[in-house]
């Protein structure tokens, strides 16, 4: 009861303010110097190792593709994977639940392309859950089934999971729990494999022997396919690295936490196997370094991006989707792939657009998917992403913008454009309704939630511009482009 109060006292005193940490460096701490009181918590620092802010109570943070949601673990002993339960965050409203509830070993999690589903490891197998909690305890597989198959992570492209065995090595395995495949040349202690931004490479720790006794000291790259496996630090036998590396946005450095020369802190390691590595951030030096955890995201923002991308989007237009994308920087671009879905998680190239190369103005692009209605037949729900690929083959992803052709049947708005206000309608009575409106920059401007409810008055701040509209009726999503003059 202490550590509860304590932690609504701690969210209640946070302005309420959507939270952005997505591409900066997460970690949680423990302070275990302190004694067991102290409660777990979780920070973010931006890229050069300044401006460290409190995010929430908590362990083990993995943020998701979109940026929206923070998953976590919390429970009854501090810092540790037993008895933890997985917790959900909305960054946008810093509102958290508890999804799901664990009475054993919960050892990590990620989300689903879509951001709809996560999957983790709980005691002997590896499960999912869908975001808002429902559909917890899905099984998905657990090769080797000896209880040590453990730290899922997703590859975006294809929603290929990688995980480890402490037992055995590092293995891959479909969303769906089929093919289980051991990584060549990866051998029992190899531990906590983590995705590259372009999925070509795991980055992962090895385990070094020392008398009775092991400890992570060295970070590895190696392909899905077992080769090309590289060092990448030379640490002495006294280094420690603690969970879990995360991989620069582009891909030239891979980050950890570790205590190096005796020094405690956020590490930026080069990964081209020089062994260079640099020092981010400095911890207090209290304590043990497994008191901390990496926070896992998909990638932590860099200063070379090819890309900058402001937005991505798409519009229903009936028998097609419109998709429209905006860039503020390209550097050495190349093209970019529009990929659709029909299910989240499998994406196939629908369309490649070519990109301007090099601007330092914003750039608009748009493209017409008219390859749809034997699609829309069966499934009326349609999930797009954009893959940005620059000169030197390096890709990134942008959000999933989802479309949904049940929708224009169940929610409008009018006018458009409008000075400011406009109502909401939805086609029966009796919906519950959550409106959300965000400007082109992606900061919410508006929400509101109704019960039983059919129609809905909104009033924007008079600016005029360009705003999203997302009209979610009892799970029905519409999505809405409006203007204001």
């Not at 591409?23 to 423990?30: F, Q």
């Not at 990448?232 to 690295?241: A, E, H």
């Not at 405690?264 to 207090?284: E, H, L, Q």
Request: proline residues 4%; glycine residues 8%.
């Amino acid at each position: 009861m202490k550590r509860a109060l304590l932690l609504f006292s701690v969210i209640a005193a946070i302005t309420a303010s959507a939270q952005n940490i997505q591409g900066k460096i997460l970690y949680s701490h423990h302070d275990g110097a302190s004694g067991s009181s102290t409660p777990d918590s979780i920070f973010v620092i931006d890229n050069n190792g300044t401006t460290k802010t409190f995010v929430t109570l908590g362990y083990r943070p993995r943020i998701s593709h979109n940026g929206k949601y923070l998953a976590f673990s919390n429970g009854y002993m501090p810092n540790s994977s037993y008895g933890a339960n997985l917790w959900l965050r909305d960054l946008t409203t810093l509102s958290e639940t508890q999804i799901v509830s664990n009475g054993d070993y919960l050892d990590y999690y990620d989300f689903s392309p879509s951001d709809l589903q996560l999957v983790y490891s709980q005691s002997c197998s590896i499960y999912g859950v869908n975001r808002d909690g429902s559909n917890a305890y899905r099984y998905i597989g657990c090769n080797p089934c000896d209880c040590y198959s453990d730290d899922p992570a997703i590859r975006v492209s294809d929603s290929v999971m990688v995980y480890h065995n402490l037992h055995y090595g590092i293995y891959t395995m479909n969303y769906d729990g089929t093919n289980s495949q051991k990584v060549n040349n990866t051998v029992p202690g190899d531990l906590f494999p983590a995705w590259s931004p372009d999925g070509q490479w795991i980055a992962y720790y090895k385990q070094i022997p020392t008398g009775a006794a092991y400890y992570e000291n060295s970070l590895y790259k190696i392909k899905p396919d077992g080769s090309d496996s590289t060092r990448l630090t030379f640490f002495s036998n006294t280094d420690t690295l603690a969970p879990d590396p995360v991989w620069a946005k582009d891909m030239l450095s891979i980050y950890v936490i570790g205590r190096v020369k005796d020094t405690a802190g956020i590490y930026s390691v080069d990964a081209d196997g020089s062994g260079n590595y640099k020092r981010i951030y400095t911890f207090d030096g209290r304590g043990n370094i497994y008191d901390y955890w990496m926070g896992l995201s998909d990638s932590i923002a860099s200063s070379t991006l090819p890309v900058t991308l402001l937005n991505f989007n798409a519009k229903n237009l009936g028998k097609s989707v419109q998709l429209s994308w905006q860039t503020t920087q390209e550097v050495n671009s190349n093209y970019f792939i529009i990929e659709r879905s029909v299910d989240g998680n499998h994406f196939n190239a629908v369309a490649s657009i070519k990109a301007k190369g090099t601007s330092s103005i914003t750039s608009n692009y748009s493209f017409n998917d008219i390859t749809l209605p034997a699609l829309i037949n069966n499934k009326p729900v349609i999930y797009y992403r954009l893959k940005s690929v620059d000169k030197d083959g390096r890709s990134f992803y942008s959000r999933v913008a989802i479309v949904n052709f049940n929708a224009a049947e169940i929610a409008s708005l009018y006018p458009n454009p409008n000075k400011g206000s406009f109502n909401v309608t939805v086609s029966s009575p009796g919906k519950n309704l959550d409106i959300s409106i965000v400007d082109v920059q992606g900061k919410q401007v508006y929400h509101q939630q109704l019960n039983n409810a059919s129609s809905a008055f909104v009033r924007l701040p008079e600016i005029k511009g360009i705003y999203y509209v997302k009209i979610n009726a009892d799970g029905i999503i519409t999505n809405k482009t409006i203007v204001v003059q």
